[in-house]
RNA sequence: CGGGGCGUGGCUCAGCCUGGUAGAGUGCUGCGUUCGGGACGCAGAGGCCGGAGGUUCAAAUCCUCUCGCCCCGACCA
């Protein structure tokens, strides 16, 4: 291609909205556009980029037997009511939704269980049409809470999603087991460095589930790994054994100390320099949403006991507590149940409507500090089963670094990650919500397991710049890059170059590697220099005063400081090589 | 939703406090010189200052409302 004929604008200086690497790289490139907060238009550049990586993910998908088709984006209430999920979903304000002109209720697709179960009830009637596997490249709707970050949490995004039909518990489990294997082939096909983690399954329900986290910095979720063992999981999910506190030298009483001000560990430890912050145990108060099958919906309140160095796992208890909605509860609800001002809750003495519940982190202490339900006191020397029982309890802690893990004595460390991939073993809740049933051999009616599996394909385009680049741009891996070679010829119109690199060009795409020729007049070798490497586009040749002798200089964007100077075939069968190598 | 910040040529910003002819850099157009890491000269085009109302002889500037965008927080007591 001729980058003449491309529409190809790049920015000096780094928009102003942009605030993480990948999203102002590609803004200042040209890729990418926004038009209104998590809206993007994606240019001819980035959609080379995308449609890159959607054939890797078609590749590997259609090798492992799964099929492609395409469902609506919008779609009727009514689909959404016999899964039930209508009512949570329009409440958390996820989905967009509206009246068309008959005045009946739809939405745009924010994933598309719902649909596929209908499709696929209506075309399987038999065991022996199982197990199936449907996927679909399309974009997804969802009204971001807070949209950020370029593409990476968009209103809109492109999405691969992948639904499994199989006959039995089992049979779904190799489904998708034979999907993570998918996965990992996929993300390390687009150039990536990730870790597959532990996952929470979230709004989409069912059991067991996997992330594949893109490792950056940047990323917006939290992971647990341990080197030793191999464990890695979001911190949303992971568990740990949480290492034991200092204990009393002896046993007193129990008693209530003032504490006037003190609302937090950190003040109460000034007050009680000899407390280890292991010997605090904090109470948190939450405002509970149930979601009642009968009544619709109601509100509890929640108390929440966890040790002073540990923190609570707002997932692990909604999920505990099958929630609705989980909200740190209002000062005017803190006061209501402890009779105290914000800052003073304990487990002594609670109001009547309040549900106490302990994170497995005070197992074990002993003689600690809590509040007193009073303001500007405390308990001091509590020991559970002598002053009061031990609450239910349960793990609602968050892990921590330094934290050893389940399955052996490895330590845990806490790094960053980007979700591109998640996989879920759905079980039957959509297939029994919407009775998707077949037959099985002796004609007994039986419902479907399902699997679900996607892929953020335009978040896997945002998480290789945040993984690659450098001060003067983009680095594309080879398999995804919008061109595999950047040739840049430094005087348009000179007859030597303008043969030479016509040449190259012309060779090399017909040899099936794309080329991004910068044959630009009036445009200085330096410019053009800090457009390729704003670019990114792996491979570079460059045709210039050595072009009589058909010599060209060779280099590739991960290292524009070492430059080689090749005869024009080489270069071109290097790059023909590397191109089929890397599997572009 | 709560809090903070910002809306001025395509882009990055100044001007606003203290009201009085709308600016710079970059980009764009034309001509000439230059040509291996964002060259230079000359000549140009391009903005009802997010929108609406108000105060005033006069509003980018002051006041009110509104829309949009960005960041932080989702109150860890």
Same mark, same amino acid.
């Given at each position: 291609?001729?980058?003449?004929?491309?529409?190809?604008?790049?920015?000096?200086?780094?928009?102003?909205?942009?605030?993480?690497?990948?999203?102002?790289?590609?803004?200042?490139?040209?890729?990418?556009?926004?038009?209104?907060?998590?809206?993007?238009?994606?240019?001819?550049?980035?959609?080379?980029?995308?449609?890159?990586?959607?054939?890797?993910?078609?590749?590997?998908?259609?090798?492992?037997?799964?099929?492609?088709?395409?469902?609506?984006?919008?779609?009727?209430?009514?689909?959404?009511?016999?899964?039930?999920?209508?009512?949570?979903?329009?409440?958390?304000?996820?989905?967009?939704?509206?009246?068309?002109?008959?005045?009946?209720?739809?939405?745009?697709?924010?994933?598309?269980?719902?649909?596929?179960?209908?499709?696929?009830?209506?075309?399987?009637?038999?065991?022996?049409?199982?197990?199936?596997?449907?996927?679909?490249?399309?974009?997804?709707?969802?009204?971001?809470?807070?949209?950020?970050?370029?593409?990476?949490?968009?209103?809109?995004?492109?999405?691969?999603?992948?639904?499994?039909?199989?006959?039995?518990?089992?049979?779904?489990?190799?489904?998708?087991?034979?999907?993570?294997?998918?996965?990992?082939?996929?993300?390390?096909?687009?150039?990536?460095?990730?870790?597959?983690?532990?996952?929470?399954?979230?709004?989409?329900?069912?059991?067991?589930?996997?992330?594949?986290?893109?490792?950056?910095?940047?990323?917006?979720?939290?992971?647990?790994?341990?080197?030793?063992?191999?464990?890695?999981?979001?911190?949303?999910?992971?568990?740990?054994?949480?290492?034991?506190?200092?204990?009393?030298?002896?046993?007193?009483?129990?008693?209530?100390?003032?504490?006037?001000?003190?609302?937090?560990?950190?003040?109460?430890?000034?007050?009680?320099?000899?407390?280890?912050?292991?010997?605090?145990?904090?109470?948190?108060?939450?405002?509970?949403?149930?979601?009642?099958?009968?009544?619709?919906?109601?509100?509890?309140?929640?108390?929440?006991?966890?040790?002073?160095?540990?923190?609570?796992?707002?997932?692990?208890?909604?999920?505990?507590?099958?929630?609705?909605?989980?909200?740190?509860?209002?000062?005017?609800?803190?006061?209501?149940?402890?009779?105290?001002?914000?800052?003073?809750?304990?487990?002594?003495?609670?109001?009547?409507?309040?549900?106490?519940?302990?994170?497995?982190?005070?197992?074990?202490?002993?003689?600690?500090?809590?509040?007193?339900?009073?303001?500007?006191?405390?308990?001091?020397?509590?020991?559970?089963?002598?002053?009061?029982?031990?609450?239910?309890?349960?793990?609602?802690?968050?892990?921590?670094?330094?934290?050893?893990?389940?399955?052996?004595?490895?330590?845990?460390?806490?790094?960053?990650?980007?979700?591109?991939?998640?996989?879920?073993?759905?079980?039957?809740?959509?297939?029994?919500?919407?009775?998707?049933?077949?037959?099985?051999?002796?004609?007994?009616?039986?419902?479907?397991?399902?699997?679900?599996?996607?892929?953020?394909?335009?978040?896997?385009?945002?998480?290789?710049?945040?993984?690659?680049?450098?001060?003067?741009?983009?680095?594309?891996?080879?398999? !995804?890059?919008?061109?595999?070679?950047?040739?840049?010829?430094?005087?348009?119109?000179?007859?030597?170059?303008?043969?030479?690199?016509?040449? !190259?060009?012309?060779?090399?795409?017909?040899?099936?590697?794309?080329?991004?020729?910068?044959?630009?007049?009036?445009?200085?070798?330096?410019?053009?220099?800090?457009?390729?490497?704003?670019?990114?586009?792996?491979?570079?040749?460059?045709?210039?005063?050595?072009?009589?002798?058909?010599?060209?200089?060779?280099?590739?964007?991960?290292?524009?400081?070492?430059?080689?100077?090749?005869?024009?075939?080489?270069?071109?069968?290097?790059?023909?090589?590397?191109?089929?190598?890397?599997?572009?």
């Amino acid at each position: 291609m001729r980058l003449s004929r491309l529409l190809f604008v790049t920015l000096r200086e780094d928009p102003a909205d942009a605030e993480v690497r990948s999203h102002a790289l590609m803004a200042r490139a040209g890729f990418i556009h926004k038009l209104a907060a998590g809206i993007y238009v994606y240019g001819p550049m980035m959609w080379r980029v995308l449609r890159r990586i959607e054939n890797i993910v078609r590749d590997e998908h259609d090798a492992a037997g799964c099929h492609e088709m395409l469902m609506p984006a919008l779609q009727p209430r009514e689909l959404w009511e016999e899964s039930g999920r209508w009512e949570r979903y329009v409440k958390d304000g996820i989905l967009f939704n509206f009246r068309d002109r008959k005045g009946s209720q739809m939405c745009l697709g924010p994933t598309h269980e719902e649909v596929i179960t209908t499709f696929v009830k209506r075309q399987v009637q038999s065991y022996k049409q199982l197990p199936v596997t449907l996927y679909q490249i399309q974009t997804k709707f969802r009204d971001e809470i807070r949209p950020r970050f370029g593409l990476m949490r968009g209103k809109e995004f492109i999405m691969k999603d992948a639904y499994s039909f199989d006959v039995s518990e089992e049979k779904m489990a190799e489904s998708y087991a034979l999907m993570r294997t998918v996965y990992r082939n996929v993300f390390t096909r687009c150039g990536l460095r990730f870790t597959p983690v532990q996952a929470d399954s979230g709004a989409i329900g069912g059991c067991g589930s996997e992330e594949f986290m893109v490792d950056a910095e940047t990323g917006e979720d939290g992971i647990a790994v341990c080197r030793a063992s191999g464990y890695a999981a979001n911190l949303e999910k992971a568990v740990s054994v949480i290492p034991a506190g200092a204990q009393p030298s002896v046993e007193v009483a129990m008693h209530k100390e003032p504490t006037p001000g003190a609302k937090s560990c950190e003040a109460l430890l000034k007050l009680f320099p000899e407390l280890p912050m292991t010997r605090l145990l904090k109470t948190l108060l939450y405002k509970v949403t149930y979601a009642d099958v009968d009544a619709g919906e109601s509100e509890g309140i929640v108390a929440v006991m966890c040790r002073g160095d540990r923190e609570i796992n707002e997932t692990k208890l909604s999920n505990y507590l099958n929630a609705l909605a989980l909200d740190l509860a209002s000062e005017e609800q803190v006061k209501a149940a402890t009779a105290a001002e914000v800052g003073y809750a304990g487990p002594i003495g609670l109001a009547k409507h309040v549900r106490l519940l302990a994170d497995s982190s005070v197992e074990g202490v002993k003689g600690f500090l809590c509040g007193g339900n009073e303001t500007d006191m405390h308990y001091l020397d509590v020991y559970f089963g002598r002053d009061l029982e031990q609450p239910e309890t349960a793990d609602f802690g968050t892990v921590q670094a330094g934290d050893t893990v389940v399955d052996g004595d490895g330590k845990i460390e806490i790094t960053r990650g980007i979700e591109v991939g998640h996989i879920f073993q759905l079980g039957t809740k959509y297939s029994e919500a919407m009775q998707a049933t077949f037959s099985d051999e002796n004609q007994k009616t039986q419902v479907m397991w399902m699997g679900c599996y996607g892929i953020g394909v335009s978040r896997v385009a945002a998480s290789a710049i945040e993984q690659n680049h450098d001060e003067g741009g983009m680095i594309w891996p080879l398999p !995804i890059a919008p061109y595999a070679v950047h040739l840049v010829q430094m005087k348009a119109g000179n007859e030597e170059q303008d043969a030479l690199a016509q040449e !190259i060009h012309d060779k090399l795409e017909a040899s099936g590697v794309d080329v991004l020729w910068d044959e630009r007049k009036k445009v200085n070798p330096g410019a053009k220099f800090k457009d390729a490497d704003l670019v990114g586009i792996p491979l570079r040749i460059v045709v210039g005063r050595d072009a009589g002798e058909r010599k060209i200089e060779w280099s590739v964007r991960t290292d524009t400081a070492t430059k080689e100077s090749l005869d024009a075939n080489q270069a071109m069968e290097r790059a023909i090589r590397l191109v089929q190598e890397s599997g572009r």
